[in-house]
T-cell receptor, first 113, second 115 residues
Framework: DGGITQSPKYLFRKEGQNVTLSCEQN?????MYWYRQDPGQGLRLIYY???????QKGDIAEGYSVSREKKESFPLTVTSAQKNPTAFYLC????????????FGDGTRLSIL | GESVGLHLPTLSVQEGDNSIINCAYS??????FIWYKQESGKGPQFIID?????DKRQGQRVTVLLNKTVKHLSLQIAATQPGDSAVYFC??????????????FGKGTKLSVKP
């Protein structure tokens, strides 16, 4: 079945460590997104990419980095500069052209050791 | 600025009753809206969408109503079932420059269905 796969489901980060969250989609979507979700909060946009080899900062990009070398993949790195990384991270994708629903993966929960 | 919000953060209904979840949006120029369902520990699941040239759209047991005059969106779930228990988010499209295609999400309403 087509879909979005995020891994790992749970991730722990040590002080000063960078960690990378994986997001893969086989929906042939051009656009991909990373969101952060905190308890009782809506989704906040970290980074997005509308085409391979191009990406843009969202509302809360500080302390995060991404790459988009392949259409299917949009990994997110949470760097040591992100001082409050504990959250639920969601990846999504959709077709370009506007007014298309985003389809989500099942998230990665990141915690601090 | 633009924002998407919800009137009720929690909603408790009896199994078999109809549920109505409300959402207010502030950008009158938004022309696309989506409802998502999120179960605990999972990603949001697309339920239904509506474009601004429509007032109503129906799916299986769900109806979305759009009132552009008062900038209000609602999701109606008929014959609510225990499996409908989840957090429901509305989202509107962003119209600003290079972020077209992005969505702006509300904080969500938690729906609890009592057996």
């Amino acid at each position: 079945d087509g879909g979005i796969t995020q891994s790992p489901k749970y991730l722990f980060r040590k002080e000063g460590q960078n960690v990378t969250l994986s997001c893969e989609q086989n929906l042939n979507h051009d656009a991909m997104y990373w969101y952060r979700q905190d308890p009782g909060q809506g989704l906040r946009l970290i980074y997005y990419s509308q085409i391979v080899n191009d990406f843009q900062k969202g509302d809360i990009a500080e302390g995060y980095s991404v790459s988009r070398e392949k259409k299917e993949s949009f990994p997110l790195t949470v760097t040591s500069a992100q001082k409050n990384p504990t959250a639920f991270y969601l990846c999504a994708s959709n077709d370009r052209g506007g007014n298309q629903p985003q389809h989500f993966g099942d998230g990665t929960r990141l915690s601090i050791l | 600025g633009e924002s998407v919000g919800l009137h009720l953060p929690t909603l408790s209904v009896q199994e078999g009753d109809n549920s109505i979840i409300n959402c207010a949006y502030s950008n009158s120029a938004s022309d696309y809206f989506i409802w998502y369902k999120q179960e605990s520990g999972k990603g949001p699941q697309f339920i239904i969408d509506i474009r601004s040239n429509m007032d109503k759209r129906q799916g299986q047991r769900v109806t979305v109503l759009l009132n552009k005059t008062v900038k209000h969106l609602s999701l109606q779930i008929a014959a609510t079932q225990p499996g409908d228990s989840a957090v429901y988010f509305c989202a509107e499209n962003s119209l600003y420059g290079g972020s077209q295609g992005n969505l702006i999400f509300g904080k969500g309403t938690k729906l609890s269905v009592k057996p």
